[in-house]
Every structure is written in C-alpha cells, then in structure tokens.
C-alpha cells in the first residue's frame, strides 16, 4: 500500500484517537495507528487541540454561474465551500438558463470542470419537455430533480419523478405549498403570507404524487410539524444554519433577511433547535443563495430572497454544539454522512478504505467573528451572518493528495487540481455491483 500513498493525514479523530489517514489515488487507503509507518510519503500533522473527521457536504448551495454570475460563480461560490470545511457540493437547478433539459446541464457541467474548487454533483431542474426526463436522470452529475413550488403541477415533474425513482435517484423538494403562499406586501412579513402550514402541506402533496420507492428529500424545513411530516412518508429533511440561528424579528434588519421559506417566530426557531437536537432531522445544508450586495440593499417587498452561508454554516453547527445543543459528533454528522447519504452520494462523509480522500480538520474552541475573522469568499459577502460570533472553526480541508484550506486561506491552483465530480465513487460502485 505504502507505494500508492500520497498523502497522510495524521491527528485525533471524533472518537479521541489518534491515528494516521492514508490518502492516494483520490480515495481513503487505510486509517491506522499513530505509529504506523509512513514510509517516505508527505504527512500533514492536524494542530494540537483540532479533531479531524470527514469533510462537509453541502447537497444545497446555488453557485449560480453561467449568466448569473455577477452574483456568483463556481470558483466563488467552492471558494467559499473550502473555506468552510465542505468538499463536496450539490449545485441548484434555478441558473440562468434554467437546468431544465440536457443543453443547460451540460453547459453547466462544463462551468463546474472548468471553475469548482471542489467536488461537484447536481440537481437537475424538472423538464419544460418531459420528454428530456430520461437523458436528464440519466445525466453522470445528477443526483436527482429538484422540485420548485411552481413545479408541483407540472406535467414534467411526473416523468422526472418517474426516471429517478427508476434509476434509484431522488427528488429533492422546496416544500412550500403554492396554493397556501401569497405575495409579502409591506407590513406582512415573511411568516404571514407564507405560513408554516404551507410547508406541511406541500409534503402531504408531494407524497401524494411520488411514485412507490422514489427517495424524497425536503429541504429547508423551518418547523418540527414539517420535519415530522417527512418522517412520516419515510422522507429525509434538512435544515438551514439560518433558519435554526435567525427569528422573524431580524426581518426588521432588512432585505439581508429575507429568505424562502422565510425565517419563523422565535418559538419556532427554538422548537426547530429541539427537533435538531433530537435527531428529527437528517442532515443541515446551507441553502447557500448569494445574491448581489447592491440587490441585498434593495426595499424587501422587491428583493431577491436568500442567504448566503457555504463559507458558515460548519461554523454555526459547531457552535451549536460548543453550547451543547448536540454532541460534536452528531453536529458533524450532520453535515457530513447524513446529507450524503440523503442525496445518494457515495464515498462521502465517510473515512473508510474506499471513501473520497476528504478530511476537514477543525478546532472546536477556536473563536471568532463573521466578517472580521472569515475571508468571505462568496461574491455575496457575509450578509445576514456578519458580526455572528462563533465558537468552532474548520482550520483545513484536504483533498485528494492536497491541503486545500489552511487557516480559511484556499490554495486554488492546488483545489482546481483536485477537485472532480462527486459521483466518480458512486458511478465507480455502481459499474463494480
Ligand atoms: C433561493 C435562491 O435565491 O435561489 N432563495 C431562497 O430564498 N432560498 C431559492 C430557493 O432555495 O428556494
Ligand atoms: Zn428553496
Ligand atoms: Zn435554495
């Protein structure tokens, strides 16, 4: 094996012991003791204090690119990711053009060669034609559909649904129902006219139209009654670092705030925090929607919703557990196994021989503030989260045979190197059974 080793990483794992990762040809070789020999490879010693564990994943970001990449683009937007601990990524359907037949994906396939910082997959939008179902499942970089409010009518979704549940892909759900959501005039803020039973019922009709044995994923969920009613259809859920941080009281500070589903009144946020601590849901993901600086200073009947947080949203879950909120363990988890297991990922969140050679090494009591201690590499800034004081920091990424983050500084020439489509390992498996 020695000979095949490109790197090893060696430092405490979660579970307290120390041990040395050996790394090469893209993949986890073997974890073993402190004193196994290294032979003549490169050894990367993680800094006294910090835990090191499988890199993040984030199976929801918007890394925009293509013609909107004024408000970002696949080198910002995994600049961002690295910075934050994350090494794989699952970019959202809503560019310009829209992700919604097989010209669009490949052109996006060829932005995230061609720019990402680190690994990649994709949710592919529901056809305008359902006739592009097929070729879009079928598509090497796609982990399943994504289903918008405006979609859950659309003759696409039925086809779409249809070839990913054949191909044992997911569809992956904004669940806001549209009939229950009405536009925010000034005076109603965001959880009037788009109400937490809106969230609810959308999982009872999406439930009512997948087909048996389809894997359903409802993303950013704000509330306990959503999350249960996901479990209860066998859905896996997650939710956003927003929306377990922020309350309807910060919609005051301005359009920085405004997000769908939008942030709900504090004893919401503090059931949501519970239900996460819990075990009620499957996995966090940022949600990461960058939008221009200038946009986000607009008047919030009319600017753009979302937050920007792939840089963050480690940082907010580790201080969520420094507070004790859950263990460091299963905050990790969160954001790692669970959201890849979710998205149907393989390789990632995991250290095993075999795995993606993708370690995040953190310091839990490192401290610090969003805006003045982070590099905020998003073109969006750090928004809603400047000024957060957190307790917990990512302080390096590998990948492959690289240390791509050190100290929230991303060596790009190396990350570009390294990074490759996220379902290589899945597809590899796949092609093995
Ligand atoms: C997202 C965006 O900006 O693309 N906005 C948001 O408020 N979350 C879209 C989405 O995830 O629904
Ligand atoms: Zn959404
Ligand atoms: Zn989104």
């Known amino acids: 094996m020695l000979d095949r080793v490109e790197l090893v990483v060696e430092g405490r794992l979660l579970d307290g012991r120390e041990a040395r990762i050996f790394l090469g040809g893209g993949v986890v070789l073997a974890v073993r003791g402190p004193a196994a020999p290294v032979g003549g490879a490169r050894v990367y010693r993680a800094p006294p204090g910090t835990v090191v564990g499988p890199a993040f994943v984030d199976i929801h970001v918007h890394l925009r690119g293509l013609e909107l990449s004024f408000k970002?683009?696949?080198?910002?937007?995994?600049?961002?990711?690295?910075?934050?601990?994350?090494?794989?990524?699952?970019?959202?359907?809503?560019?310009?053009?829209?992700?919604?037949?097989?010209?669009?994906?490949?052109?996006?396939?060829?932005?995230?060669?061609?720019?990402?910082?680190?690994?990649?997959?994709?949710?592919?939008?529901?056809?305008?034609?359902?006739?592009?179902?097929?070729?879009?499942?079928?598509?090497?970089?796609?982990?399943?559909?994504?289903?918008?409010?405006?979609?859950?009518?659309?003759?696409?979704?039925a086809a779409a649904a249809a070839e990913a549940s054949r191909l044992g892909k997911a569809l992956i759900v904004h669940p806001e129902d549209p009939g229950l959501i009405g536009e925010c005039s000034l005076g109603r803020r965001g959880s009037e006219c788009r109400p937490p039973e809106a969230e609810v019922e959308a999982v009872h009709r999406i439930a009512s139209l997948a087909p048996p044995g389809l894997r359903v994923h409802v993303t950013h969920a704000t509330t306990p009654a959503t999350l249960e009613a996901a479990a209860s259809y066998g859905f896996t859920s997650d939710v956003t670092p927003h929306h377990l941080t922020f309350t309807s009281r910060d919609e005051a500070r301005g359009c920085l705030f405004k997000v769908n589903p939008p942030l709900r009144p504090p004893e919401v946020v503090e059931g949501l925090v519970k239900a996460v601590s819990t075990g009620l849901a499957d996995a966090v993901a940022?949600?990461?929607?960058?939008?221009?600086?200038?946009?986000?200073?607009?008047?919030?009947?009319?600017?753009?919703?979302?937050?920007?947080?792939?840089?963050?949203?480690?940082?907010?879950?580790?201080?969520?557990?420094s507070r004790g909120v859950l263990s460091l363990a299963s905050a990790w988890r969160l954001y790692s196994a669970r959201p890849a297991l979710a998205a149907g990922l393989r390789g990632y969140g995991c250290l095993a021989p075999g795995c993606r050679a993708a370690v995040a090494v953190v310091d839990p009591s490192r401290e610090g503030v969003i805006g003045r201690t982070t590099r905020d590499y998003s073109k969006a800034g750090p928004g809603a989260w400047e000024g957060y004081r957190y307790r917990g920091e990512p302080v390096a990424l590998i990948l492959g045979g690289s240390v791509v983050m050190e100290d929230g500084e991303v060596h790009e020439d190396a990350a570009a190197r390294e990074a490759r489509p996220a379902t290589a390992l899945t597809l590899g498996r796949q092609a093995e059974a």
């Open 286 to 321: 940022s949600d990461h929607a960058p939008h221009t600086p200038g946009e986000k200073s607009g008047a919030p009947e009319e600017c753009p919703p979302g937050i920007p947080g792939l840089e963050y949203a480690a940082r907010v879950l580790l201080t969520l557990a």
């Open 72 to 157: 970002e683009d696949e080198r910002s937007g995994t600049a961002a990711a690295a910075a934050g601990g994350v090494a794989a990524v699952v970019d959202m359907p809503n560019t310009r053009p829209p992700l919604r037949d097989p010209g669009s994906l490949g052109l996006k396939a060829e932005s995230l060669a061609r720019l990402s910082l680190v690994d990649y997959a994709v949710w592919a939008g529901i056809p305008r034609d359902p006739g592009h179902a097929p070729a879009m499942a079928g598509h090497p970089l796609v982990l399943g559909f994504k289903a918008y409010p405006e979609d859950y009518d659309s003759p696409g979704l």
